[in-house]
């Protein structure tokens, strides 16, 4: 679906936000709500499916700070989402501030959110996935089948992973 820009006023921009749920609704799924009566918006701007119905499924063992990074890079890679959104999806779904998530990807990577932004730009994300291999050492065939899946286009699937360990 085609997306537009339009510029609103301090007032409707003010209204907006007041039927907005924190965290999770954008201009876009509001004006969804208001204009078409859907209650519960599941089409997006990207077209799919509400950000918190389904949500990346981790195996065990894996540390919460690369939980939350992996995350954050499957919202921007597969569903489209920017690094704000992304944020803010993973800390609706993990019942945290924001800043609890910005946290693992810049302060326990030695990064500014300006340099996570430029590696989420990289096609194939190879710079962030050779950084995550050698901060989480112990799981980089974890995070290499994560990688790979993201660049093939498939789903990203924990069997998949656990069977190319074996």
């Not at 907005?20 to 201009?27: F, N, S």
């Not at 209650?39 to 939980?67: F, M, N, W, Y």
């Not at 998530?101 to 994300?125: F, H, M, T, W």
Request: proline share 4%; with cysteine.
């Amino acid at each position: 679906m085609k997306n537009y820009s339009i510029e609103v006023d301090e007032k409707v921009w003010n209204y907006l936000k007041s039927k907005a749920e924190p965290l999770v609704d954008t201009p876009n799924t509001v004006l969804h709500k208001i204009l078409f009566g859907e209650h519960s918006v599941s089409v997006r701007k990207t077209g799919q499916e509400h950000p918190l119905d389904a949500e990346l499924c981790l195996p065990s063992g894996i540390p919460k700070a690369l939980e939350q990074i992996l995350e954050v890079i499957y919202e921007v890679k597969k569903r489209g989402r920017s690094r704000n959104e992304a944020t803010n999806i993973v800390a609706y779904r993990r019942k945290t501030a924001p800043q609890t998530v910005i946290d693992k990807y810049c302060r326990q990577l030695g990064k500014r959110a300006y340099e996570i932004d430029s590696l989420l730009l990289d096609q194939n994300l190879d710079d962030f996935r050779v950084l995550l291999e050698s901060r989480f050492a112990n799981h980089q065939d974890f995070i290499s089948s994560f990688f790979y899946s993201l660049e093939d286009g498939t789903s990203f699937s924990v069997n998949k992973v656990i069977e190319d360990r074996k």
